[in-house]
């Protein structure tokens, strides 16, 4: 399957050849006819799936050919992208720009945090497409801005990330002010009871797209994980980081205060640095995520709420400074890197409290992530219980965990993975796997062949 097979307009196409994409991800493959026959849609999928472009990609198509409707010479918003957090409206916009490059489409992107101004003078002059956060949004509906009388599209993307963050209920007074004749779709990375309420009433006989994260292992990233003292962890950190074949470094940890410490103590060592996490103002959020996009920063630290929906080309490792509690989130952290058929390394510190996490990550992913035992501050213990006891036998290491690879529940084509590159596994490692089964690379794409950020 190729663009060329879903009946897309010329522009987009150029737009699309511009980007160096031709093959599309599997939720845009399935998506976009859905949404181009004029259906509602409910999308259960993660972040990296593709699915900004699965819904960008026919809004555009759709649009464009119908004629704008104007008050008083001002085109109207036809299409309203809800998001939860700055960074995701900024990133929904920039694929707008792109996919549209080729159109007359207006596009505008608002957001709390920073003056209204700008925004006010966007709306004023007319748009076709709002990409909007919650609370800015509704500010501005307050002040008669914006209007969605003739919104025709409506997407509501990372429900269930607007339940966690408490904007659920700013999303219903947004709802209410809908016309009732649209045509929504509906995006969430899980769907627990309240989400799944709330897509009942929202939606119309929806066609439900169901792309899950494969959580079998593939040789796509190269996973490792290093049994150290919690008190060792910084100077472990500082070990690693000296390679300079950690290009770039996404670094998670469990809470906020946990990131701005770890940041601390890499900005005393001399290495750049920057935290990224709900404490931070939007705009040092922002900073900090496009100075690490730009490779001004080379190291970002993050927690797990704050790095959702952050889409980074060729990001080299992945480095979980404490390991999650839940196991599922495990699989979201690496699947930061090695996306888009691109190789990456994911490194995990565990610590005697952090056994039980690992245990349970194991478990998810069907096999054990592989030990480095010759590294510089080994933990004495590094039995897992039972028999997930690390055994004798040593292994290259060379195995991985889900993240950037995706499989729909009707697609279950694979093809063979790569090799990984870089550094992330010196010296010895132990494969603790009870199983030896060999993972595949599922929706694989030589590099050549780019598929679209989510």
């Known amino acids: 399957m190729s663009f060329e097979n879903l009946n897309l307009i010329e522009p987009i196409k150029r737009a699309l050849k511009t980007e160096g994409y031709t093959t599309p991800t599997p939720i845009q493959e399935k998506s976009i006819p859905i949404i181009l026959d004029r259906k509602d849609l ?64 207006k596009y505008k992107v608002i957001f709390g945090g920073v003056p209204q101004h700008s925004q006010t003078i966007a709306l004023r002059a007319g748009i076709d497409v709002l990409i ?38 700013d999303v219903k007074r947004v709802i209410t002010k809908l016309p009732a004749k649209r045509q929504t779709l509906f995006f969430s990375a899980t769907m627990p009871l309240e989400i799944q309420h709330l897509a009942s009433t929202i939606l119309t006989k929806p066609v439900m797209v169901e792309i899950t994260p494969v959580v079998a292992t593939t040789n796509l990233i190269q996973q490792s994980v290093y049994f150290v003292e919690k008190s060792d962890k910084k100077s472990l950190l500082l070990h690693l980081l000296k390679d300079a074949r950690v290009e770039s470094a996404l670094i998670f940890t469990r809470t906020k205060h946990g990131a701005d410490k770890v940041v601390k103590d890499l900005e005393k060592a001399g290495i750049g640095s920057a935290a990224i996490h709900g404490n931070k103002s939007q705009n040092a959020r922002q900073t900090a995520l496009s100075n690490f996009k730009s490779k001004r920063t080379r190291v970002l630290v993050a927690t797990d709420i704050a790095a959702r929906g952050i889409d980074i080309d060729e990001l080299s490792h992945v480095i979980n400074f404490e390991l999650p509690n839940v196991p599922e989130t495990y699989v979201h952290r690496i699947g930061r890197t090695g996306r888009a058929g691109s190789n990456g390394i994911a490194i995990s510190f565990c610590d005697a409290e952090e056994k039980q996490y690992l245990k349970d990550i194991n478990k998810l992913i069907a096999k054990s992530i592989p030990v480095v035992l010759d590294q510089p501050y080994p933990m004495s213990n590094t039995s897992l219980e039972g028999n997930l006891s690390v055994p004798k036998k040593a292994v290259s290491g060379r195995s991985m965990g889900s993240g950037g690879a995706y499989r729909s529940r009707d697609s279950q084509k694979s093809s063979g993975g790569s090799s990984s590159r870089g550094f992330g596994s010196r010296g010895n490692t132990t494969d603790t796997s009870r199983n030896g089964s060999t993972g595949t690379r599922l929706n694989g794409q030589p590099r050549a062949q780019r598929t679209q950020r989510g």
């Open 132 to 169: 909007a956060t919650p609370g800015r949004l509704l500010d501005l509906m307050d002040q008669r801005f914006v209007s969605l009388r003739e919104v025709k599209m409506f997407v509501l993307d990372e429900a269930d990330r607007m339940l966690d963050m408490g904007f659920i209920n």
């Open 42 to 105: 409910l999308g259960c999928a993660q972040t990296g799936t593709g699915k900004t472009a699965a819904f960008a990609i026919p809004i555009i198509q759709l649009l464009s050919a119908e004629e704008a409707p104007q008050d008083r010479g001002v085109r109207q918003i036809r299409a309203l992208i809800l998001t939860p957090t700055r960074e995701l409206a900024i990133q929904i916009g920039e694929s707008f720009e792109a996919y549209g490059r080729h159109t007359r489409l």
